[in-house]
């Protein structure tokens, strides 16, 4: 799969940008604040309907404009698609496939497919584990975009119980009716916690090899990458409800259990959490207070790996994506567009070439460099400068 031509009409600091793309390598190349990193954020959105840098949809329309459009024609083996998002900040994002009658725009989330690494993503290593969970829950999405809606309604159940919660401490008594009402919501917090437990523990089975063999392309393979999951579901959490360190998860695997299973366990976990649930007025339980435990040899990656190894752990969580998404679906034109964000500046020499030859056979890879000479000589490729406003492609 590649992107063949790119349009962005008032986006950040385009307000009209029209450039063919070729399948291979090509290199954005311009001084930081040019623009580059917005090219790139854009065909990430047009992938996932979101961007890598910020959470608000604001900041994506151009000062004065007030919309912004993002168009893009794909290119899948034989098949052509174009596919147009509409960014409104004040309404519903809108999207068109193919020029047809406008859609909500999470329909046409996945019809591109495209894994991006950013500096952002050294935090998956360094960061809070919010990061990491939202790592989960991306890949989760890009390689089967109707589960979208695990988190969206996970999210929307969380809402309702910790407004209920709140409302309880409030009154400073836990009357009947707030236990009546609460027995319910911790149900429909359960169910739908167990789906998406279930869903991010099957994904990460399945990427766990992919991990392993990136980092290893990555390095000189002295060290093994690890990932383990860590529930708040089995574990009985420190004093803000937080799972217990690695290795403990509460002495219990939950990578066999079927959502029943996760979902009798959760309701039984919220029972034992509910005093101290109701003192804080919050929801200590669940998917969105788990951790993902990174770990090189017998050691946790955060606070213990050097920069060169959390380079490396960041770059292996996001090639591990890249490399499952081409082994679920191995048809010709089906491998998704790979996108790196600056990063080649960054590494060592070593690890600039390792990471040239693993990129060198994508279909198209799009690549950020402040200067040419950030590129390994073996990743060749076409460059266009990034001048302010547009591009100059006669670089």
Do not use: C
């Not at 385009?14 to 290199?27: A, F, K, M, S």
């Not at 003192?279 to 990656?301: F, K, N, Q, T």
């Amino acid at each position: 799969m590649y992107v063949e031509h790119l349009s962005l009409t008032g986006y950040r600091s385009y307000q009209q940008l029209d450039t063919e793309i070729h399948p291979g390598t090509t290199v954005f190349v311009g001084p930081n604040g040019v623009g580059k990193t917005n090219i790139v954020e854009a065909i990430g959105y047009l992938a996932s309907m979101s961007s890598h840098r910020v959470a608000s949809d604001k900041p994506l329309v151009a000062f004065g404009a007030d919309r912004a459009l993002i168009r893009g024609k794909l290119v899948r083996g034989e098949q052509r698609t174009s596919v147009e998002v509409e960014i409104n900040p004040e309404a519903a994002n809108r999207a068109r496939i193919n020029r047809s009658n406008p859609v909500r725009a999470r329909d046409a989330a996945g019809i591109l497919k495209t894994v991006l690494f950013a500096p952002e993503d050294l935090a998956l290593v360094k960061g809070d584990p919010a990061g990491r969970r939202r790592y989960l829950d991306d890949a989760l999405v890009i390689l089967l975009p109707h589960q979208a809606a695990l988190r969206s309604d996970y999210d929307r159940v969380l809402r309702q119980r910790n407004a209920l919660l709140k409302s309880a401490r409030a009154a400073g008594r836990f009357s009947t009716a707030h236990e009546s009402t609460l027995d319910v919501w911790d149900q429909h917090l359960a169910e739908s916690g167990a789906k998406l437990l279930h869903a991010r523990l099957a994904l990460l089975g399945r990427l766990h090899p992919h991990l392993q063999r990136a980092y290893g392309d990555l390095t000189d393979g002295s060290k093994e990458a690890d990932a383990v999951y860590r529930s708040s579901v089995v574990s009985l959490g420190d004093d803000d409800g937080l799972p217990e360190p690695a290795g403990t998860n509460g002495g219990h695997s939950l990578s066999g259990e079927s959502e029943a299973d996760l979902t009798r366990r959760f309701v039984e976990a919220l029972l034992v959490h509910r005093k101290r649930e109701l003192d804080r007025g919050i929801s200590l339980v669940g998917p969105h207070r788990d951790e993902l435990d990174l770990v090189l040899g017998s050691i946790p990656a955060k606070g213990y790996a050097s920069h060169g190894e959390t380079w490396s752990l960041a770059l292996a969580l996001r090639l591990a994506t890249y490399y499952l998404l081409k082994q679920d679906d191995d048809t010709p034109g089906a491998s998704p567009v790979l996108i790196l964000d600056d990063v080649f500046a960054e590494l060592d020499s070593q690890r600039r070439d390792k990471l040239a030859a693993i990129v060198s056979d994508a279909e198209q890879v799009l690549v950020t460099a402040a200067v040419g000479a950030d590129i390994p000589p073996g990743l060749g490729g076409r460059q266009l400068r990034v001048v302010p406003g547009g591009l100059d492609d006669t670089a």
